[in-house]
């Protein structure tokens, strides 16, 4: 396969994604169960490669996961002290 065929693939399955959901967790654990079962059947170049893929998406979804928390931070920070006036 070429690589335009691939992301072709990307994109179909990026088109079944339903948009309220955030899958990045689930593609995270996946990735991780992949590489912990093809361990010893990947070269070692292919492995590091998918390791920095899962290392960039685990950043992802890092920053996701901080920035929700910052908001639901600020949301409790304003209601206090609407309930305090």
């Given at each position: 396969?070429?690589?335009?065929?691939?992301l072709?693939?990307f994109?179909?399955?990026?088109?079944?994604?339903?948009s309220?959901?955030?899958?990045?967790?689930?593609?995270?654990?996946?990735?991780?169960?992949?590489?912990?079962d093809?361990?010893?059947?990947?070269?070692k170049?292919?492995f590091?490669?998918?390791?920095?893929?899962?290392?960039?998406?685990?950043?992802?979804?890092k920053?996701q996961?901080?920035?929700?928390s910052?908001?639901d931070?600020?949301m409790?920070?304003?209601s206090?002290?609407?309930?305090?006036?």
């Open positions: 396969m070429t690589q335009d065929e691939i072709d693939i994109r179909q399955e990026a088109d079944k994604i339903p309220e959901t955030a899958p990045l967790n689930d593609v995270i654990l996946a990735l991780a169960q992949l590489l912990a093809s361990r010893g059947k990947l070269s170049e292919n590091e490669v998918l390791s920095k893929i899962g290392g960039v998406l685990y950043k992802e979804g920053i996961f901080n920035a929700k910052d908001v931070t600020i409790k920070l304003s206090d002290q609407h309930r305090a006036e």
